[in-house]
């Protein structure tokens, strides 16, 4: 068991019921409201050295109990730590978070054990509204968007998961698979964030996940989480950070959105 305040331990149940153990990196005196993408990152990076003792000790209790390989052991982190990340196949770790992120990555493909990545393609979009349109954001772009050599972008998602899958090909994890541990669209606080466009994207991406892949890993199923179920309507920063929920707090739907298969 690891003793450490600044580590908290998440558990995330899949549909496949396996489970995977999500260890982040969480200061004392973070603002409980941050950012959901607030996991590993460059900034947090004083702290990131105790992830991978967390993970390590949380995998020997799993395999001291004979459940080695029903209980997957992971962490999440977000797209801050490329430093390359277009063209898509030249994706690449920021040098200074390979003393963290190598390592994890070892121990993730020692143990056939996923990335969590947090992908917004919102915030890409709102990044860079002169170069990224709408549609291709939402999965409605009408054909391919984006080549690269021999891969074809239609949609964001794929995409900024194929610039992570370059990263990870070249620290020695081309094996990894990496599972979208939050994706979401905000329903209000920007002229691109209203109800139709979050449930465009909602629609799309469980249409997509639904027997899609990545050009990059083709015939490899998405596995991806929504962000988020509530708004946090005290969370402060960004109007949009509040607005992700398709709840209110008052438990009101925001936006109904099935997940059978279309």
């Not at 990076?45 to 390590?56: E, I, T, W």
């Not at 391919?144 to 995409?159: P, S």
Request: with cysteine; hydrophobic share 35%.
């Amino acid at each position: 068991m690891v003793v450490n305040r600044e580590l908290d331990i998440t558990l995330n149940a899949s549909p496949k019921d396996d489970i995977t153990l999500k260890a982040t990196s969480t200061p004392l005196d973070k603002n409980p409201n941050a950012s959901p993408e607030d996991n590993i990152t460059p900034n947090a990076s004083r702290y990131a050295q105790f992830v991978l003792p967390a993970m390590k000790n949380i995998q020997s209790a799993i395999t001291s109990v004979g459940l080695k390989g029903q209980i997957k052991v992971s962490t999440a982190t977000y797209s801050a730590v490329l430093g390359t990340s277009y063209p898509r196949s030249n994706g690449s770790f920021k040098n200074h978070v390979s003393s963290f992120i190598n390592p994890i990555v070892s121990f993730l493909a020692e143990n056939n054990s996923p990335l969590l990545a947090n992908i917004y393609p919102y915030f890409s979009y709102t990044g860079n509204r002169k170069d990224i349109q709408l549609p291709y954001a939402l999965f409605t772009a009408p054909g391919v968007t984006v080549e690269d050599g021999r891969f074809q972008y239609q949609n964001l998602l794929d995409a900024s998961l194929d610039a992570l899958y370059a990263a990870l090909e070249r620290v020695n994890g081309a094996n990894l698979r990496v599972v979208v541990s939050e994706t979401g669209w905000p329903l209000q606080g920007d002229p691109a964030a209203t109800v139709e466009n979050a449930r465009t994207y909602h629609r799309n991406l469980i249409k997509h996940e639904n027997g899609g892949s990545t050009p990059r890993r083709p015939g490899q199923a998405i596995e991806a989480y929504l962000f988020a179920m509530f708004d946090e309507n005290e969370k402060p920063g960004l109007e949009t950070e509040k607005h992700f929920g398709l709840f209110t707090p008052t438990q009101r739907s925001k936006c109904q959105i099935s997940f059978n298969s279309m």
